[in-house]
């Protein structure tokens, strides 16, 4: 079964507001987990580490004010976008491991669409 | 600069032929992993394989193979005898550098028909 939980699995929002999207572990803790972001038909691109306690670290491009990342506890991380325009309309994954050099489990994904 | 491609975008193949996946990565590390996912239309990433760069045995499982050969900086994957659900985009991963951070390739669309 899955060990990463996505919630949701889609959302359709209006322009301008916010987006909420959890990353769970299911049955260990995660220090850290990852943000990646896929366009219709591309690979996925990383966006941001999640560190559990202290900041996020973003990836270059990446703006830390409209995606914010809070990772209060160790299995969850939420990805928020904020003030959502219909180019932030994505495919968004996170992910986590078990532990150092382990495999990475990918949650379900969150399919956002921005009218 | 760490890069992973598959030059093959899109392949199409009758069940049960044989289609095998090429994946050719960069990096300078020493120490580094390469994985495989399967992305059905669904959309979830569903995890196939890690290899670090120590282990240069071929793998297989059931129908599945994986070639890896640091000669040539490769990791090709092979399905024999395909099934119709095979079908999905297939993402070629490099780890690298101690992180735990992953770079994909583009992914190679795999169809498979009936």
């Known amino acids: 079964g899955a060990v990463v939980s996505q919630h949701p699995s889609w959302v359709i929002c209006k322009s301008g507001t916010s987006v909420k999207i959890e990353c769970r572990s299911l049955?260990?803790?995660?220090?850290?987990m990852f943000w990646y972001r896929q366009f219709p038909k591309q690979s996925l691109m990383l966006m941001a580490t999640?560190?559990?306690?202290?900041?996020?670290?973003?990836e270059q491009g990446v703006e830390k004010d409209k995606f914010l990342i809070n990772h209060a506890s160790l299995t969850l991380s939420t990805l928020t976008v904020t003030s959502a325009h219909p180019e932030d309309s994505s495919f968004y994954i996170c992910s986590s491991r078990r532990g150092l050099n382990t495999e990475a489990f990918f949650g379900q994904g969150t399919r956002l669409t921005v009218v | 600069a760490q890069k992973v491609t598959q030059a093959q975008t899109e392949i199409s193949v009758v069940e049960k032929e044989d289609v095998t996946l090429d994946c050719v990565y960069e990096t300078r590390d020493t120490t580094y992993y390469l994985f495989w996912y399967k992305q059905p239309p669904s959309g979830e990433l569903v995890f196939l394989i890690r290899r670090n760069s120590f282990d240069e045995q071929n793998e297989i499982s059931g129908r599945y193979s994986w070639n890896f050969q640091k000669s040539t900086s490769s990791f090709n994957f092979t399905i024999t005898a395909s099934q119709v659900v095979d079908s999905a985009v297939y993402f070629c991963?490099?780890?690298?550098?101690?992180?735990?951070?992953?770079?994909f390739g583009k992914g190679t669309k795999l169809t498979v028909n009936p």
């Open positions: 049955d260990f803790q995660a220090t850290t």
């Open positions: 999640s560190n559990e306690g202290s900041k996020a670290t973003y």
């Open positions: 991963a490099l780890g690298y550098g101690g992180s735990e951070k992953l770079v």
